[in-house]
């Protein structure tokens, strides 16, 4: 059975900090694309970060320089290290992870809400 279980959200002020995580479980991880997605009320779902099998990395210009993703493939655990937050990052962040080229691997977390009060 597969999951993806988040953890670490919660209420914070702005400047602070948090840390999610992600702990997987019957997938590949290691050959997995492991990714942090947020949606905010009224928005579409957004990827804030990826992290690949090689452990490159991908940001959007919103967070870059902020957040920072990594991965333990021998806990197959993946994580959000997000600093210097804002109101606007203020969103359910969702794990999600696929293996490029496997069809049907696709995953997605439930999601842990992240609120960033001004």
């Known amino acids: 059975q597969v999951q993806l279980v988040e953890s670490g959200g919660g209420l914070v002020q702005a400047g602070e900090s948090l840390r999610l995580s992600c702990a997987a479980s019957g997938i590949v991880f290691s050959s997995s694309v492991m990714e942090w997605y947020r949606q905010a009320p009224g928005k579409q779902r957004e990827l804030v970060a990826a992290?690949?099998?090689?452990?490159?990395?991908n940001y959007p210009d919103s967070v870059k320089g902020r957040f920072t993703i990594t991965r333990d493939n021998a806990k197959k655990m993946v994580y959000l290290q997000m600093n210097s937050l804002k109101p606007e990052d203020t969103a359910v962040y969702y794990c999600?992870?696929?293996?490029?080229?496997?069809?049907?691997?696709?995953?997605w977390g439930q999601g842990t809400q992240v609120t960033v009060s001004s």
């Open positions: 992290i690949t099998a090689s452990t490159s990395t």
């Open positions: 999600h992870s696929y293996r490029p080229f496997a069809p049907a691997s696709e995953y």
